[in-house]
């Protein structure tokens, strides 16, 4: 079974497109995240949610927005798609309970390129 | 601003031999610093983690050392095989009202040879 799963693995589209990619978690976790990857491989964090609220926003433009129609899924859309936003977009869940650091764990990633 | 510093950028390593990354920190309110691997196409998964309550911790062939005072900590992996072969992340978070994200490192690609 699936922890942490992502659709699509891959999605090529052209700049000025809006398009989505959603993300579900079977763990029970009530806290998820998406992370972006560059090309260099850099991770950073975009957005988290526990409880299916917002509680991190980084500095990323507006025309990204996160969805969480429950406690399992975690969707992103993006408008007007630029070629700066191809990269890798991983989703990540966990457990936070009281303060203590638990463990984020994985999706397999989204290759966004955009042409 | 990168609050973690991660180095070196890429590593080969003999089989058999010690593979190790550093990394250093400047947000002394971090207090959780994990390691993350990552395979090609893949997404990171946790290798170990410390809290600085502690110098070092060791799972199996990996082990973190942890500095405290200089601000920095390290991955050993003894006897590195080629299926160690990988991308590492150095990480660290702080809690904020029972709320954590992770910093990551820039990463260091190890690449075992046979």
């Known amino acids: 079974d699936t922890a942490v799963s992502q659709t699509p693995k891959y999605l090529v589209t052209q700049m000025g497109n809006d398009k989505s990619i959603k993300c579900e978690q079977n763990?029970?976790?009530?806290?998820m995240y998406w992370y972006k990857q560059d090309s260099k491989k850099f991770l950073k964090i975009m957005f988290s949610y526990n409880n299916k609220e917002l509680i991190i926003n980084e500095t990323v433009p507006n025309r990204f927005s996160p969805k969480s129609p429950d406690k399992a899924h975690l969707n992103l859309h993006i408008n007007s798609l630029e070629l700066g936003d191809s990269a890798v977009y991983f989703c990540?869940?966990?457990?936070?309970?009281?303060?203590?650091?638990?463990?984020?764990?994985f999706g397999p990633g989204t290759r966004l390129t955009v042409l | 601003q990168q609050q973690v510093k991660q180095s070196p950028q890429s590593l080969i390593v003999q089989k058999g031999g010690i593979s190790i990354i550093n990394c250093a920190y400047e947000n002394t309110a971090f207090d959780y610093f994990p390691w993350y691997q990552q395979f090609p196409g893949k997404g990171p998964a946790l290798l170990i983690a410390i809290r600085p309550d502690v110098s070092e911790k060791k799972e199996g062939r990996f082990t973190i050392s942890f500095n405290k005072s200089a601000k920095q900590f390290s991955l050993h992996i003894m006897d590195s095989q080629p299926g160690d072969s990988a991308t590492y992340f150095c990480?660290?978070?702080?809690?904020?009202?029972?709320?954590?994200?992770?910093?990551f490192g820039k990463g260091t690609m190890l690449l075992v040879s046979p």
């Open positions: 763990l029970g976790h009530d806290t």
């Open positions: 990480a660290a978070s702080v809690a904020l009202s029972g709320y954590s994200t992770l910093t």
């Open positions: 990540a869940s966990s457990q936070v309970s009281g303060g203590a650091h638990n463990e984020q764990f």
